[in-house]
C-alpha cells in the first residue's frame, strides 16, 4: 500500500515539473489581468489610492489572436521586451481643492523594434479584497450582478416552479457577472457596453467608494474595460483589478443571454508609429452609504466629456404630428364586430395586442392629447373593445387580447398559461387610464367615460391592494384569475404607487394612498438602498435595468403631487442618481460608416435597457419623461434639468421624418440606439422597416407632456427641449423677452411653461400640459415673446 502511494506521489511531482504541465500552468496565469507578481514600482496612483489598498499598473499586453497572452509591467518608464522597446511617460495631476480626484495621463510608444498582437493598459490592484464590496458599472454591473443564474434563453421564463419559490432569490439569465462567492471571475467589455466610460465599487464596511473614468476610444478605437476577482473562500489573498485597455481587446463579448468569440484584434506595432495616450480620473471619496455613492456617480458622470451638444432636427409638435397620423394611418384595426388601436393590426403573433406595457391605455393617450373627434371615437372604441375587455374578474388585466383571444405573458407558452401576466400592466393601465379619464374631463368630454371604464379602473386598483395585503409585496407574474404569484421578486412592483396614488385621490379612497406610499417605502429600502433596482421589463427575467428606476421617480413624483410630502422627491433624486447610470452621458462616436456617424447622431440621453439587453433606446418604455422636469422644479437642482434636457431634446433624432437625416420614414422610430456589438457589428445602424408603437408612443409623450421651453420669471432658469433656438434678451421686475427662432424644415408650435421660482416649488398638477400657451413659428422664422410675471405670452 505504501508502495502504491508513494508511486502515485512520484507520478503526480513529475506531472507537475512536465514541461507541458508547467507551460499550461504558466500560461493560465499569463492569461490573467491580475497582477503575477509585486508591484515593481511605487507611483503617485498607489499613493493615492493606499487607502483602499490598491495600487496602479501600467502594462504593455501581448495577445494570441484575442486571447491575453502576457501583461509586461513597466518598471519606470522604460521596459524592454526582447529587442523591443517601450517608453510609457505617466503624469498625474490633481487640485489642492479636489483632494479625492486624481487625473492620469499615460502616453505609450514603441521606440525600438517591433511587436505584433500588441496593445497597451493601466491596471488599478485592489488586495484585501471583499467580495461583498459592491461592484459597478453604468448599464451594466450592479452589485457586480452577484444574483443567481439559470442559462434560460431568450425570451426567457422560469418555467420550473422549484425555480420560483415565494422567497426566490434575484434570478437573471447569464449576463455578465461576478460570483456571488467571490471565487474567480472575469468581465470583459468595452467602452460601447456602457451608458459612461467608468468603473468602480463601493465598500460599505469601510466607507469609502472608488471610481474610474476614461474616455470611450483611442485611434484604435473603443477601450476595453475589465474586471477580474479572485477572493473566493479558499484564497487566502483575495484581490480584484479594474483594467482600461487599448485597444479593447476581449476575448468573448456578451451576446444575449450568453457569450460568443468577440472578434477583436490587437495592433501591429513597429517603432515610430503614431502614440497613444490612455487618459483617466480616479476618485477615492467618503460615501457613508449607498446613497452617498450614487449621488458621487451622478455629479461626476460626464468629467471626462462636458456638456453635450445638441441637433434641431423636428420640431416637437410636428414629430407628434407625423406619430400620430402614422398610428391613424398604420395602427388601427376596425371591421364589423370590434376596432382598437394596436401595434400591428392583423399580425398573428400575440406580442402587437398588448395591455398596459405597450398597449392600451398607453397607446392611446397622444390621441387623446391631439384629439379630434374620430380619434376619441377610436379611442373609446379601443378602451370598449381592447382594454376592458382583458379584464380578469379578480380586477388585474391579461397580458394580451387578440381579437377577444387571451394570451399570457410564460414566453413559449402564451397560449397555454394564458392567466399568467405581469403585475405591471395592471399597474400601467391604472396610472394611464385615470390620467386619460382625467384629461377628458379637463376638456369637457366627461359624456365620453362610461361607468364601466371608472368601475374597471376602481376595481383594478382593489385587486393591486389584495395582492399587497396577501404578499406585501407585488412580485413580477402573477395568476389574474386568482391572484396566485407566478413568480415574486423584482423591483417591478415600483410602480404600483403611481397608479394607487392617483385612484385615491380619483375615488376619494385612502386606503389607495396608504398602500401605494408603503409600496413605494418598501421597494426603495429593500432594493434601491441595496443599488438594485430590476425586473420591470417582460423579458429579462430579473436583470437590473433602467424601467425600474424611472418608474420610481415617476411613482415618488406622483406621491409628491399629491401629498406634498418632500420626502418622496428625496427618494426620487436617490432613483434619479440611479436612473443616470444608464443614461449615455457624452456623444458617442459612432464607427465612420455607420448611418448615426453619417447623421451626426447624438447618442447623449438615449437609455440603456437592460444588463441583459445591452442597447441603448430613444426614451422611457413608456414614459414622456416629465417627471424630471418635476425633480427639477422641486428640487432646483441643474444637474437634473440637464440630464431632462438630454433625454427629452434628443429622443426626437430618432423620429422618422422627411428631412430627419437619420430616416425618412415619417412617424416612425427605431428601438435601438446600437453602441455595443451585442447583437453583432452594427453599432449604429438603423433598420428602415422598424415600426416599434412603443417608442413611437414615448416620443411623441415626450413631444406633448413637455414645454418646448421652460423659464423661470425671476431668474436665469431657462430651458429649451423643443428643437428650437431661443434665448433671454432682457429681463427686469415685469417680466421677462426671449427671442425664438425655427432652424428647422417644419413650422413649429412651441408650448412655454413660465413660472416663478416660488411657483417652481409647488406641484403643477397632472395633465398641466394642457394649460400651457403656445407659439406659432414657421421655419426660418424668428419671433419676440415677452412675458408677464403671471405667465401671459404677448407676441412683439
Not at 517603432?271 to 487618459?279: F, L
Not at 394596436?342 to 393617450?365: A, K, S
Not at 404569484?485 to 410602480?495: E, K, Q
Not at 396614488?501 to 396608504?514: D, I, M, Q, R, V
Request: hydrophobic letters at 35%; glycine letters at 6%; proline letters at 4%.
Amino acid at each position: 500500500m505504501c508502495r502504491v502511494i508513494f508511486c502515485l506521489i512520484v507520478f503526480f511531482v513529475s506531472l507537475i515539473f512536465h514541461p507541458a504541465y508547467s507551460q499550461a500552468y504558466k500560461s493560465s496565469m499569463e492569461q490573467s489581468w491580475l497582477p503575477s507578481s509585486a508591484q515593481l514600482n511605487s507611483n503617485r496612483g498607489d499613493k493615492f489610492l493606499q487607502s483602499l489598498k490598491g495600487k496602479m499598473r501600467v502594462m504593455v499586453c501581448r495577445y494570441d489572436d484575442n486571447k491575453l497572452e502576457k501583461c509586461y509591467p513597466f518598471n519606470g518608464n522604460k521596459i524592454k521586451i526582447n529587442n523591443v522597446v517601450w517608453n510609457c511617460a505617466t503624469s498625474f495631476s490633481s487640485s489642492g481643492l479636489k483632494k479625492d480626484e486624481l487625473d492620469i495621463t499615460c502616453t505609450f510608444n514603441l521606440s525600438a523594434g517591433e511587436m505584433n498582437s500588441a496593445g497597451v493598459a493601466v491596471a488599478f490592484d485592489f488586495s484585501d479584497w471583499d467580495p461583498e464590496n459592491y461592484v459597478f458599472a453604468p448599464a451594466q454591473l450592479y452589485n457586480g450582478n452577484r444574483f443567481r443564474i439559470l442559462p434560460i434563453q431568450y425570451p426567457p421564463y422560469i418555467h420550473d416552479p422549484k425555480d420560483r419559490p415565494l422567497d426566490m432569490p434575484i434570478t437573471t439569465t447569464n449576463i455578465l457577472h461576478l460570483n456571488k462567492d467571490g471565487s474567480h471571475a472575469k468581465v470583459e467589455m468595452n467602452t460601447g457596453n456602457l451608458a459612461t466610460p467608468m468603473l468602480g465599487f463601493f465598500n460599505q464596511k469601510r466607507n469609502r467608494g472608488f471610481i474610474l473614468i476614461t474616455e470611450q476610444q483611442t485611434r484604435f478605437g473603443n477601450n476595453g474595460l475589465f474586471v477580474e476577482e479572485d477572493a473566493g473562500k479558499n484564497i487566502s489573498n483575495k484581490r480584484i483589478c479594474f483594467v482600461v485597455s487599448a485597444p479593447g481587446v476581449r476575448e468573448e463579448r456578451y451576446v444575449m443571454a450568453g457569450r460568443a468569440a468577440s472578434g477583436d484584434k490587437a495592433s501591429n506595432w513597429k517603432a515610430g508609429d503614431q502614440k497613444i495616450t490612455v487618459k483617466l480620473k480616479l476618485f477615492n471619496f467618503e460615501a457613508k452609504n449607498m446613497v452617498a455613492f450614487f449621488q458621487k456617480v451622478f455629479e461626476i458622470r460626464k468629467v471626462m466629456s462636458g456638456r453635450n451638444s445638441y441637433s434641431n432636427i423636428t420640431p416637437y409638435s410636428e414629430a407628434a404630428d407625423l406619430i400620430v397620423a402614422h398610428h391613424n394611418k398604420d395602427k388601427w384595426f376596425e371591421n364589423d364586430s370590434t376596432a382598437y388601436y394596436c401595434n400591428r393590426p392583423g399580425d398573428p403573433n400575440p406580442y402587437n395586442y398588448q395591455i398596459g406595457w405597450n398597449g392600451v391605455p398607453v397607446i392611446t393617450f397622444p390621441e387623446l392629447i391631439l384629439e379630434t373627434p374620430e380619434r376619441l371615437r377610436r379611442v373609446t372604441l379601443s378602451f370598449d373593445n381592447m382594454l376592458f375587455k382583458s379584464q380578469a374578474k379578480s380586477g388585474l388585466f391579461y397580458a394580451m387580447n387578440r381579437n377577444g383571444k387571451i394570451f399570457g405573458d410564460e414566453h413559449g407558452r402564451l397560449a397555454v398559461r394564458t392567466n399568467i401576466a405581469m403585475t405591471r400592466r395592471s399597474m400601467e393601465v391604472l396610472y394611464y387610464g385615470l390620467m386619460s379619464l382625467d384629461l377628458l374631463k379637463k376638456r369637457n368630454h366627461q359624456s365620453l367615460i362610461k361607468l364601466q371604464w371608472e368601475q374597471g379602473l376602481k376595481k383594478c386598483a382593489d385587486a393591486l391592494v389584495k395582492v399587497w395585503r396577501k404578499y406585501g409585496q407585488f412580485g413580477q407574474f402573477i395568476n389574474v384569475d386568482n391572484l396566485d404569484m407566478d413568480v415574486n421578486g423584482s423591483t417591478a412592483g415600483a410602480y404600483a404607487a403611481a397608479g394607487l396614488a392617483l385612484a385615491s385621490k380619483y375615488f376619494n379612497k385612502p386606503e389607495y394612498l396608504n398602500v401605494a406610499e408603503a409600496s413605494a417605502d418598501y421597494y426603495y429600502r429593500r432594493d434601491f438602498l441595496k443599488g438594485y433596482a430590476g425586473g420591470g421589463a417582460a423579458e429579462i427575467l430579473q436583470a437590473p435595468d433602467s424601467e425600474t428606476p424611472w418608474d420610481m421617480v415617476e411613482s415618488c413624483m406622483t406621491l409628491y403631487d399629491i401629498t406634498g410630502n418632500k420626502k418622496w422627491v428625496s427618494m426620487a433624486k436617490f432613483a434619479a442618481n440611479i436612473l443616470s447610470t444608464w443614461m449615455v452621458s457624452y456623444d458617442y462616436k459612432f464607427p465612420k460608416g455607420s448611418l448615426m456617424s453619417k447623421a451626426g447622431t447624438h447618442a447623449a440621453g438615449s437609455i440603456f435597457a437592460s444588463s441583459q439587453n445591452n442597447h441603448s433606446a430613444p426614451g422611457y418604455y413608456i414614459l414622456s419623461g416629465d417627471m424630471m422636469l418635476k425633480l427639477f422644479r422641486a428640487t432646483g437642482d441643474k444637474l437634473y434639468s440637464e440630464m431632462y434636457k438630454d433625454q427629452s431634446h434628443n429622443v426626437i433624432q430618432y423620429v422618422g421624418a422627411p428631412y430627419n437625416p437619420l430616416r425618412k420614414e415619417s412617424g416612425m422610430v427605431t428601438e435601438r440606439v446600437q453602441l455595443s456589438d451585442w447583437e453583432g457589428k452594427n453599432q449604429g445602424s438603423v433598420d428602415e422597416h422598424d415600426s416599434n408603437m412603443a417608442w413611437e408612443i414615448l416620443a411623441s409623450l415626450t413631444s406633448l407632456m413637455n414645454p418646448g421651453i421652460y423659464l423661470h420669471t425671476d431668474d436665469n432658469t431657462f430651458l429649451v427641449m423643443d428643437h428650437v433656438c431661443a434665448s433671454v434678451i432682457k429681463r427686469n421686475k415685469k417680466g421677462v423677452t426671449i427671442k425664438i427662432t425655427n432652424p428647422t424644415a417644419y413650422a413649429a408650435v412651441v408650448s412655454i411653461f413660465a413660472e416663478s421660482s416660488k411657483q417652481s416649488k409647488k406641484p403643477y398638477g397632472l395633465n398641466a400640459f394642457d394649460k400651457w400657451p403656445k407659439i406659432d413659428i414657421q421655419a426660418g422664422e424668428t419671433k419676440l415673446i415677452y412675458i408677464n410675471k403671471s405667465g401671459t405670452l404677448t407676441v412683439l
